[in-house]
């Protein structure tokens, strides 16, 4: 998945006042929210790599040796063979290595709440920077402003025949996604009071009119491209399998034996991770 990088480890403790060298790597997005990278090789620039710096560098985390910061300019002088491009569509760059594309979805993730907060939502005020955290503050009120991470479910819905050979699986496809020659799984975000089993529940019934039991955990992951924690769970069938689609998130809702799934292009979604333990006779 995105985050297993080893052996490359995430540092996201924060440092007050840390400058950029410049050996740095800096992230930078244009109007559109695209991502300043290579065309080839390694994607993110140097700090060294712009002919004049950038005039607002603020620290976001480190990968291994590496410190990245964000560059806040609304624009900046691209560097020589560097291009902007959509963070989705970086996933799918067959020469960049996992740890870059992690390191672009979570510094995507600390760009738009920096972006979504320069004014409080308290009292409307400008909000500025904590010398102490990382933490966006508000001077008039004292309104204070954390990195916000959403939670999420990925499901994985199994129909027990009477072999594993004839078990089937619900696979989705998201409406404007029809025509992808893969799937997905059921996903739906976690509601105010709910526990992750009682969104597992209530998302499946939403999207397919399917009942569950058995909802086990698998495994969690960081999707900061959309500010998400997903939790990946396993559950079973409970009673009637007619589906019902829900026809204005879904495109396709369907039973699906495991020869028959096709997996995602890539290896980096817990939800491609959950098809092939199903596809492979493997899930818990």
Same mark, same amino acid.
């Given at each position: 998945?995105?985050?297993?990088?080893y052996?490359?480890?995430?540092k996201?403790?924060?440092?007050?006042?840390l400058?950029?060298?410049?050996?740095?790597?800096?992230v930078?997005?244009?109007?559109?929210?695209r991502l300043l990278?290579k &065309?080839e090789?390694?994607?993110?620039?140097?700090?060294? &790599?712009?002919?004049a710096?950038?005039?607002?560098?603020?620290?976001?985390?480190?990968?291994?040796?590496?410190?990245i910061?964000?560059?806040?300019?609304?624009?900046?002088?691209?560097?020589?063979?560097?291009?902007? %491009?959509?963070?989705?569509?970086?996933?799918?760059?067959s020469d960049?290595?996992?740890?870059? %594309?992690?390191?672009?979805?979570?510094?995507?993730?600390?760009?738009?709440?920096y972006m979504?907060?320069?004014?409080?939502?308290?009292?409307?005020s400008?909000?500025? =920077?904590?010398d102490?955290?990382?933490?966006?503050?508000? /001077?008039?009120?004292?309104?204070?402003?954390?990195?916000r991470? !959403?939670?999420?479910?990925?499901v994985?819905?199994i129909?027990?025949?009477?072999t594993r050979? /004839? *078990?089937?699986?619900?696979?989705?496809k998201?409406?404007?996604?029809?025509?992808?020659?893969?799937y997905?799984?059921?996903?739906?975000?976690?509601?105010i009071?709910?526990?992750f089993?009682?969104?597992?529940? =209530?998302? !499946?019934?939403?999207?397919?009119? +399917?009942?569950?039991?058995? %909802?086990k955990?698998?495994?969690s992951?960081?999707w900061?491209? !959309?500010d998400d %924690?997903?939790?990946?769970?396993?559950?079973? @069938?409970?009673?009637d &399998?007619?589906?019902?689609?829900?026809d204005?998130? @879904?495109?396709?809702?369907?039973?699906?034996r495991?020869?028959?799934?096709v997996?995602?292009? *890539?290896? +980096?979604? +817990?939800?491609?991770?959950?098809?092939t +333990?199903?596809k492979?006779? =493997?899930?818990p």
């Amino acid at each position: 998945m995105i985050q297993d990088i080893y052996p490359h480890k995430l540092k996201n403790t924060f440092v007050p006042g840390l400058k950029a060298a410049d050996d740095s790597l800096v992230v930078h997005y244009d109007k559109d929210g695209r991502l300043l990278v290579k &065309d080839e090789g390694k994607p993110l620039p140097r700090l060294s &790599d712009f002919d004049a710096c950038p005039s607002s560098l603020t620290y976001l985390f480190s990968m291994d040796e590496d410190d990245i910061f964000l560059a806040e300019d609304e624009t900046v002088g691209v560097p020589e063979g560097y291009s902007y %491009i959509k963070v989705r569509d970086f996933r799918k760059k067959s020469d960049v290595p996992k740890k870059s %594309i992690f390191e672009a979805f979570t510094a995507k993730q600390l760009h738009s709440w920096y972006m979504n907060n320069k004014y409080c939502g308290r009292c409307g005020s400008l909000t500025g =920077r904590s010398d102490i955290e990382r933490a966006i503050v508000c /001077d008039k009120c004292g309104n204070t402003i954390y990195p916000r991470v !959403v939670p999420a479910v990925i499901v994985a819905v199994i129909n027990k025949g009477q072999t594993r050979e /004839d *078990d089937r699986i619900v696979l989705t496809k998201y409406n404007g996604r029809a025509d992808v020659p893969y799937y997905a799984l059921i996903a739906g975000f976690t509601e105010i009071g709910e526990t992750f089993e009682e969104t597992v529940a =209530r998302e !499946v019934m939403e999207e397919t009119g +399917l009942k569950v039991r058995n %909802i086990k955990y698998y495994k969690s992951q960081p999707w900061g491209v !959309v500010d998400d %924690i997903l939790a990946g769970f396993f559950c079973e @069938l409970d009673g009637d &399998d007619t589906i019902s689609k829900d026809d204005q998130e @879904l495109a396709v809702a369907q039973w699906v034996r495991r020869e028959e799934v096709v997996l995602q292009p *890539d290896d +980096l979604s +817990l939800t491609n991770e959950m098809m092939t +333990l199903f596809k492979e006779n =493997r899930e818990p």
